[in-house]
């Protein structure tokens, strides 16, 4: 493929609604043991660990460790459901099934299908973190209007996460080829971005790596959001994100033609 | 180039500097049953996908219904079907579901598909199973779908590649048939095949292609009548080797591959006459088909 058709700016179409309504409508077939798989995992964990630890350590930055550790689970819930998506069910219709495939036959092109991905994964990603708000609510660890405050932040990790996931995806030679990313990407990432624990405790250098991750900028959005202090910094923040979701999403594209030429 | 709903100049293509498409020139008319054949990697599938404006091309031109591909392909894709080399069929959904579902990438209203799909069931000998769940379908059954999904946007020109490979007797008969219906009712067919009995039942025209470029051109009757003898002797069993070197005398062209010789001849009266007393010797006396030009043209070698 010559080097301007592979960087060229995807094109978009609304043609990519008929790629996130295929996905839907399988969703809804599998949808309860599909919510239980992206659910039950953080609700354990942030339970467990919210209850558990939060015995232990009291309050953190003023606030129970659990409505802390609960605004941490409502990014890495929506980064992990984003992220499972777009890599491992995602691979499954590119590579596997070969739905792609059967698309591409059609008048659909290869930006209307990753287009289609993304607002799909960023759509299951949306529902998780939303998942985990109603749950925070329900528990009377946030108000209605802060949590709806929140929603659009959760709509922006689940898009930068998606496109980072399709990005993998392109690159992939097989599922496990996914390991990589989670273990050495994903899982450093929860620790260094403020989830469980404040980054502020860290050495400097830690500190500067972690401000370079999108989940730190997500967390950091919503801690504030849910605990009532919107301000100015919150901005910066979202601008970073966005950035990383909308270059993310032009890699992906790259990557995924660059993969299909072939 | 008009007139043709698919025509190709000089069409090329490599891939890491191997020439698999090297300057191949096609035009299919409208109506027409128009085969690709030739033996694996000779390029068949890649044409495919540079017609259809999936891969582009090194070099050459591209015209499918009128459209200059890849320029236009999503134009001209909207009137054309695939039914591809392997299903993919969607496992996740039923019968119906898979039409309606493909049909909206053509942007088909839900009202619009529905409508049709009483038809395509019907054509595909799936009645009565638009719930069905695409597990409980065989393989012929599957194919079937897969070839109503490829009309869901009642298109003008269908590509397909190799639409009965690993079907059973049953199975492919009743896909050629129901090609046939295709071509009658006026649409374009444009497949690939290495079964020479399917392209010879099914193609109007076809081309045989040979790493990469076209080796000989024309309807089957007129490849078998301009490439081969008219008549073609199987002999095998023991002492083979002694009597072709008898045979070689009798027949303008005598090969052997393996334990067997291939005569062919316009007359094989004096062939059969220097069989009899060879007790030990097998003989199948048949006339020659698309499959001998094949040979012929392409050689007996494997290829992968």
């Keep these: 493929m010559p080097r301007v058709k592979l960087f060229a700016p995807p094109v978009l179409s609304l043609r990519f609604v008929a790629v996130w309504r295929r996905n839907w409508l399988v969703w809804r077939k599998l949808a309860i043991p599909s919510i239980l798989g992206n659910l039950a995992d953080p609700l354990i964990m942030l339970f467990g660990l919210g209850y558990g630890l939060g015995a232990v350590l009291g309050n953190m930055q003023g606030t129970s460790y659990f409505a802390y550790l609960a605004a941490g689970f409502v990014g890495s819930a929506t980064m992990y459901a984003g992220t499972f998506e777009s890599l491992f069910s995602a691979f499954s219709r590119m590579h596997v099934q070969k739905t792609w495939d059967a698309i591409l036959n059609a008048p659909m092109t290869l930006e209307d299908v990753v287009a289609g991905e993304w607002a799909w994964a960023a759509t299951k990603a949306l529902a998780a973190g939303l998942c985990m708000l109603l749950v925070i609510t329900a528990f009377g660890y946030a ?55 404040p980054v502020e405790r860290l050495p400097a250098a830690v500190q500067a790596v972690a401000a370079a991750l999108p989940l730190y900028h997500g967390v950091a959005i919503v801690r504030p959001l849910l605990a009532g202090q919107g301000s100015g910094a919150l901005l910066r923040h979202a601008i970073v994100l966005a950035a990383y979701a909308i270059v993310a999403f032009y890699v992906a594209v790259v990557l995924t033609r660059r993969r299909f030429s072939g | 180039m008009s007139a043709a709903v698919l025509a190709t100049r000089g069409l090329r293509k490599s891939y890491a500097g191997v020439e698999v498409v090297g300057g191949v020139d096609l035009r299919v008319a409208q109506g ?17 996908r540079l017609c259809l404006g999936l891969t582009d091309a090194d070099g050459g031109e591209i015209e499918l219904l009128g459209k200059p591909v890849p320029q236009h392909a999503r134009e001209a894709r909207a009137r054309v079907g695939v039914v591809p080399q392997f299903d993919n069929l969607d496992p996740d959904f039923t019968v119906a579901e898979n039409l309606v579902v493909f049909g909206r990438y053509f942007g088909l209203a839900a009202r619009e598909i529905e409508a049709r799909i009483p038809a395509l069931l019907e054509y595909a000998g799936l009645a009565g199973r638009a719930r069905a769940k695409l597990n409980t379908l065989s393989g012929g059954m599957k194919r079937r779908l897969t070839l109503a999904r490829a009309l869901v946007n009642d298109p003008s020109l269908v590509f397909m590649d190799e639409p009965t490979t690993g079907l059973d007797p049953q199975a492919r008969h009743l896909i050629w048939e129901r090609l046939r219906r295709l071509t009658q009712e006026g649409k374009t067919l444009v497949l690939t095949t290495h079964f020479m009995e399917e392209a010879e039942r099914l193609c109007s025209r076809l081309v045989i292609l040979d790493r990469g470029c076209i080796v000989a051109e024309g309807s089957p009757r007129a490849l078998i009548a301009g490439h081969i003898e008219a008549q073609v002797l199987e002999v095998h069993g023991p002492g083979v080797a002694q009597w072709m070197a008898g045979a070689r005398r009798l027949a303008p062209r005598v090969e052997r591959a393996g334990d067997t010789v291939f005569c062919y001849a316009e007359d094989v009266a004096p062939l059969i006459a220097a069989l009899r007393g060879q007790d030990e010797l097998t003989y199948l006396h048949r006339p020659a088909n698309l499959e001998d030009v094949f040979l012929k043209l392409t050689g007996r070698d494997l290829r992968d």
């Excluded at chain 1, 209605?144 to 998606?162: E, H, K, Q, S």
């Excluded at chain 1, 990407?185 to 260094?192: A, D, F, I, K, S």
């Design chain 1, 143 to 197: 108000s209605v209007p802060r949590a709806l405050a929140a929603l659009p932040v959760v709509l922006l990790i689940g898009l930068t996460f998606a496109a980072l996931g399709l990005a993998i995806n392109a690159l992939a030679t097989g599922y496990d080829f996914f390991s990589y990313y989670l273990t050495l990407v994903l899982t450093p990432m929860m620790m260094l971005s403020g989830v469980f624990f």
């Design chain 2, 32 to 48: 027409e049953c128009f085969g690709l054949l030739g033996p694996n990697g000779a390029g068949k599938t890649t044409i495919l």
